[in-house]
């Protein structure tokens, strides 16, 4: 895809980017289910098993594929695709289908389904759909509800975080299903959120970053702040995170302000790394509004943010091992702080 004039959301971007997530969410084939099959019965396609989240390779990448399209439909409603996006939620977004998708979660195996990276994404696409003037939260609802109890469940049995750079990451999880706690005003979820974020990271002290792994898309480290920044106050914030990168303003720990190189874009695991590259900048973009302007680390902080994106915002099209996700990813980083 083209490159950027500039490192925000641009009308013309929203639209490259509206018509890559459109090529994929509705695309069943190829598919990697999560998907446990406990008899004959259970060998089903993906269409069949998730009636809306069928698309995008994996349930999970379908799903934040419709929060990028409801996002880009609300921030630039003016693009040529917006006809499109509305008519493929007035499809999606059914009772019905959303019927489907809430009696896949009673299956006794899917405990587990998508934690907790799916279900974090699945809050943040129904906080994104309640700043529609359409029916399609309403809708949705049931599902987001599930979810929702899915993380009260979960939450006070999970002794401790788990601090990857993918999927399972739990501080990942947390900011986005945070936002969604917010959105409906749902203040006993959020102070479970912040509870647990408390006590699972607050104590953090001189992150040594050793990162990035090999099929990292997020950096536990700077995700673990965009976590905390979700739930402390801004105060309590920065004093935190003077502690947790005492050497940020001096580009330390190098690791984390030097892009990733990813040297197979077509290898589901190592396109991972621009993912990594985009989070990150999302990260960077987060922290630094959340410091004070007078910072000294925040212009350093500013211009990894720049770097990070640079370095893979170029390539959210091409291969669909990437395609099918990183335009999500893009955003998040395009529209922070």
Known sequence: MSSPSDDRLTPELASQFARIALSHVAREYPNKLDHVISGPEDVRGPRDLHPIFFGSFDWHSCVHGYW???SLLRLEPGIPEADAIR???????TRK??????????????????????????????????????????????????FAQRFR??????????????????????ALASDYACAVNDGDLLALFEAKAHDWYAADRHAQ????????????????????????????FQ???ADYLPHAAEARPAS??????VTDRTDGKIVHLDGLNLSRAWCWREIAAALPADDPARPVIEEAARDHLAASLPHVAGDYMGEHWLASFALLALTAG
Request: charged share 15%.
């Open 68 to 70: 990028l399209l409801a």
């Open 87 to 93: 008519a493929l939620f007035d499809d999606a977004f």
């Open 97 to 146: 289908k959303v019927a489907a998708e809430v009696a896949y979660l009673a299956r006794p195996s899917a405990r587990g389904f998508e934690r907790p990276y799916g279900w974090g994404w699945l809050l943040k696409l129904q906080a994104e759909l309640l700043a529609h003037d359409a029916p399609w939260a309403a809708t949705h609802r049931p599902l987001a509800n599930a």
């Open 153 to 174: 469940d979960f939450l006070p049995v999970a002794a401790n975080p788990i601090r990857t750079g993918v999927h399972s990451s739990t501080a990942f999880a947390l």
């Open 209 to 236: 970053a050793w990162e990035p792994s090999g099929d990292d898309f997020l950096s536990a480290t700077l995700v673990t702040a965009v976590c905390l920044r979700r739930v402390l106050p801004a105060h309590s």
């Open 239 to 241: 004093d935190w995170f």
């Open 256 to 261: 984390l302000f030097t892009p990733a190189t």
